[in-house]
């Protein structure tokens, strides 16, 4: 050999390696397996005078003779493991780029970009297949040396033959010889071939519940007679070529397992109608699948549906083994009337699986590709420019490849229709469960030989998902005696076989998306008989273990639930605790899904199952009016637009019972929209509709009173009514008057009225100020006589005072109010008020201390009630007459900035247990918080799918409300 040989070679081979930046990063492994062993792989083959005789640019055909000399040329086991996948890396990085070449010198003469695609797609193929097949039988003979009477087998590919991710492989031996044996070589190979080229996935072997890597035909007829896996499996058998192995054994593989899913004239063809009726159900679902706004992955967008296609038609025409793209060429002469649509098929696949095999290469070895993100989006520019797409104007090349691409995956999508169509016609007359039904009818039934709901998913687990579980449900839906008999049987078997029986069906229809959901309707809406408890409690306990046992179809069931109509169905049949379950589930899902299936969920479980009293009066009583549709959960934006057409006509009704009735329904409207919007947005917001009924309600009174106008009288809200809190179950007010401006006898009729109304819309009036004064009309000097005794338990009544608004009535003697009761009773004697609101709080602390109250949101320690006599002291010291939360928090932190973070989680901690305890009242649940909540916790407030994780927050919020407590109570003493 010509001296500067070596040199030569390895120069060029370190120019061609620059080159490998144009791949993806997960490249990384094959270049330093490169720079760690091709120093010694040229030493080797220099030393033999061998360098000539191995091609370094290309994947020669004679790749299993190159490494054989490799193999020959190692000192030693380890090191021809090295060698073999130096050379394997070195031969995968030129191939690729080889790849990106030949891209690049076709963009400026392709005539044909179809034929110029399908070219590189044979090549890469082509090349890679030649690549790994002769490493894998070269590590195979090293790594099976000292190992004897290993088992025949044979190593099939069963994927695509240019993934370069992994390489789906199935293993096949004969019974008999040294099974351990054959099992420790293939672990050491793919060992191997992990460490040192690209791995291995089992695909057949994991999926046939053999301990083993391989296992014999007749386990995998077993497995295919029960196919507990789904109908990937079935479509990659079809394209399945040996890569190692006995070929009699692949041969006989194919004819027991494969050739059962083709058409055979005369034959028994239940695998091949079974394997047909999937395809059309998987039609169905991949042509409906949507993926993510802004994402594409060719895979589910065209690939998986139109390889499903091509196999069904091999199916059809007993087609097996041979080149998926070589195949096109004999379905058109077998098949001349689809020659147009098969056309479109092969360009639409080509392109698509071009653009996922140069992503794959230069991007990453990921399905998903977000165009929306710059990076992912220069990688698409990079990938569209090897396609043949430049640069137009300001429009990116990307822009025209993704117009194609969803034209394309467009096109596969029509195709399929018109084969599911006709994949139909063989199915549509296969009515396996009507056979079944049949059979029950004969002999059998009497001799008592059949169970229709056990033999049902014995006959047809074979089938997985080609069973016709569609025509099933139909069936479980009808009112026949088919169904009955169904049911019947299920109920007469004892309670472990029905639940491992009902498990079966779950396991199955899992995968089936809403199937599940509507063989659960099916029986839960079968007629009340005996056991009808347990069938509900196996039901659901097998609906949470499929969601539990298989995260991945946790979202395809649930994403079913969007159906309006099925998910109203669902939870309307659920028990409380069923829908508890189901919520809770919802919670695990990503938040595309989630957010969306939780907002149409929360309205119609509340309104179904977890409505307290209160809110189910009002729902019967605006039922009961013609205002509402029976047993149809309301939308907030209904509600409200209905309670504006109430009002309007409100003076023009005559009579004042009428008057009444109307305010009324306008009150049960409103508080159903108010109560339905915050089980949507899990917020409480003012409740500014019952400051509108009840200033409707004093115009009413008072024209009924005869009194005209407000001059003189004003009615005020005190406590949570005056912050503007609803759905409580009294109202917190009082009437203050000028007695020489009104007559106090028709006002106090006006008043009753306005405890009539509200006790009738369940808000019991309350007038603690009036308790203390004597009458339900306060005269303005008998409030001030009252202040001016200064009771020492008076703090209370003033502090309901300072936190009173007035609803409707005098402004004027509303200024007259805020300048003598506020200013000039309440705030002059700020600090004996400071130090009795103190008093008060040091009190209830110690007693909470001594009883143990537990968590009660509103009496407890640190809980709401302490927070609104904390907001009251501060308001006191820095006489702040104000009402709403918002603006008191902000002019608290202008009064007082250095506290401004107290301010802060001290108005947090409040708005969190107000939402808690409006959740609570919603649903008609205690306000004392206990560890076993066993209220609807999914949809009590963001970010809560468990009872314990709300438990504690409420805690830590109470605890922060008593460390706020103390360190505004200490600033007063300085």
């Not at 115009?699 to 609803?726: K, L, M």
């Not at 200013?823 to 002059?828: C, K, M, Q």
């Amino acid at each position: 050999m010509p001296k500067g040989e070596r040199r030569r070679i390895e120069s060029c081979i370190t120019e061609r390696i620059k080159k490998a930046s144009l791949l993806g990063n997960h490249y990384r492994k094959n270049l330093h397996i490169i720079s760690k062993f091709l120093p010694d792989l040229l030493q080797r083959l220099e030393e033999a005078n061998a360098l000539s005789l191995i091609p370094f640019g290309k994947v020669s055909p004679f790749c299993m003779e190159e490494m054989e000399l490799i193999r020959h040329l190692a000192r030693s086991p380890g090191e021809a493991l090295d060698l073999l996948g130096c050379y394997y890396s070195l031969h995968l990085i030129f191939l690729n780029l080889n790849c990106l070449d030949l891209m690049e010198e076709q963009r400026s003469r392709v005539t044909n970009r179809t034929a110029a695609y399908k070219e590189v797609l044979l090549r890469a193929e082509a090349k890679f297949s030649i690549l790994y097949s002769a490493l894998i039988q070269s590590f195979l003979e090293i790594l099976s040396e000292g190992e004897k009477n290993l088992p025949e087998f044979v190593i099939c590919h069963v994927g695509a033959r240019r993934d370069q991710d992994d390489i789906d492989v199935g293993i096949i031996h004969r019974p008999g010889g040294d099974l351990a044996a054959l099992n420790r070589v293939v672990g050491r190979l793919n060992r191997e071939m992990v460490r040192r080229a690209t791995q291995m996935h089992f695909y057949l072997s994991e999926h046939s519940g053999s301990k083993w890597f391989s296992a014999c035909i007749d386990v995998y007829e077993e497995l295919m007679d029960v196919e507990r896996k789904n109908l990937v499996i079935i479509t990659q058998l079809f394209g399945a070529v040996p890569i190692v192995g006995s070929i009699s054994l692949f041969e006989e593989f194919q004819e027991r397992v494969v050739r059962r899913y083709t058409y055979r004239v005369g034959r028994d063809n239940r695998y091949y109608e079974g394997f047909m009726r999937g395809v059309v159900e998987e039609i169905r679902s991949l042509v409906a699948h949507q993926t993510r706004p802004g994402e594409i992955v060719p895979k589910v967008d065209g690939l998986r549906l139109g390889k499903i296609l091509i196999a069904a038609r091999r199916a059809n025409l007993g087609i097996v083994g041979g080149h998926f793209w070589k195949v096109f060429k004999i379905l058109q002469k077998m098949d001349p009337l689809m020659q147009e649509e098969y056309a479109t098929l092969e360009e639409s696949l080509v392109f698509l699986e071009l653009l996922r095999f140069l992503l794959h290469l230069i991007f990453v070895q990921e399905e998903g590709v977000f165009y929306t993100d710059d990076y992912c989006r220069s990688a698409l520019d990079r990938v569209a420019r090897s396609m043949g797409y430049g640069d137009k104007g300001k429009r990116r090349p990307s822009t025209d490849l993704l117009r194609d691409y969803f034209r394309y995956s467009q096109h596969i999508k029509e195709i399929s229709g018109v084969f599911k169509e006709e994949f139909k016609k063989y199915v549509e007359f296969i009515q396996v469960f009507r056979n079944l039904e049949h059979l029950g009818s004969l002999q059998n039934l009497q001799e008592g030989r059949v169970n229709l709901a056990t033999d049902y998913v014995e006959i047809m687990a074979r089938f997985h998902r080609k069973i016709p579980w569609r025509e099933f449900i139909g069936f479980l839906q009808e009112e026949d005696p088919g169904r009955e008999r169904f049911i019947r049987d299920l109920l007469l078997l004892d309670s472990v076989t029905m639940y491992r029986t009902l498990e079966r069906y779950a396991r199955t229809l899992a995968r089936e998306g809403d199937s599940l959901i509507r063989f659960l309707l099916c029986l839960l809406k079968s007629p009340g008989r005996p056991r009808r408890e347990l069938l509900e409690s196996a039901l659901m306990s097998v609906f949470r273990e499929a969601l539990e046992r298989a995260p991945q179809h946790r979202e395809m069931i649930l994403r079913s639930l969007m159906e309006e109509e099925l998910l109203r169905d669902f939870l309307q049949t659920l028990s409380p605790a069923a829908v508890i379950d189901l919520l809770r589930q919802m919670k695990r899902l990503g938040p595309e899904l989630r957010v969306p299936l939780i907002r149409k969920a929360a309205p119609l479980a509340f309104f179904h199952h977890f409505r307290s009293r209160l809110i189910a009066r009002k729902v019967d009583r605006l039922v009961r009016r013609g205002l509402l549709p029976e047993g149809e959960a309301p939308d907030p934006a209904f509600l409200h637009r209905l309670s504006e057409k109430v009002l309007p006509p409100l003076s023009g009704v005559s009579g004042s019972s009428e008057v009444y009735e109307v305010l009324q329904d306008y009150h049960d409207l409103e508080t159903l929209a108010f109560a339905f919007h915050a089980i949507e947005t899990k917020r409480f917001a003012r409740a500014a509709y019952m400051d509108r009924y009840v200033r409707q309600l004093g115009i009413c009174a008072c024209r009924e009173a005869g009194i005209e106008g407000r001059s003189g009288f004003g009615i005020y809200a005190t406590g949570g009514n005056a912050q503007g809190r609803a759905l409580d179950n009294d109202y917190d007010m009082f009437v203050l008057c000028d007695a020489s401006r009104v007559v106090p006898a028709s006002l106090m009729r006006a008043v009753h009225r306005i405890h009539r109304e509200l006790t009738r819309v369940g808000n019991f009036p309350h007038h603690r100020i009036a308790e203390k004064i004597g009458s339900f009309v306060i005269p303005l000097e008998g409030l001030a006589a009252y202040l001016d005794r200064r009771d020492p338990e008076d703090y209370i009544e003033r502090t309901e005072l300072l936190g009173a608004r007035r609803i409707f009535g005098d402004p004027v003697l509303h200024r007259r109010f805020e300048e003598e009761m506020i200013v000039g009773r309440v705030f002059r004697e700020k600090e004996r008020l400071i130090r009795s609101l103190s008093r008060e709080l040091r009190e209830r602390y110690r007693y909470a201390d001594e009883v143990n109250v537990g968590i009660d949101l509103k009496q407890g320690k640190g809980g709401l009630f302490d927070i609104s006599l904390l907001i009251c002291l501060v308001k006191v010291r820095f006489e702040i007459f104000e009402t709403s939360d918002g603006r008191t928090q902000r002019i608290l932190k202008q009064k007082d900035p250095d506290h401004a973070a107290l301010y802060d989680a001290l108005f947090a901690a409040k708005r969190f247990l107000s939402d808690v305890r409006g959740m609570l009242c919603l649903t008609g649940f205690s306000e004392e918080v206990r560890e076993a909540l066993d209220c609807p916790i999914p949809f009590l407030l963001k970010g809560f799918a468990d009872p314990a994780d709300l438990v504690r927050k409420v805690e830590e919020k109470m605890r922060t409300v008593l460390e706020i407590s103390e360190a505004l109570m200490r600033i007063g003493k300085r």
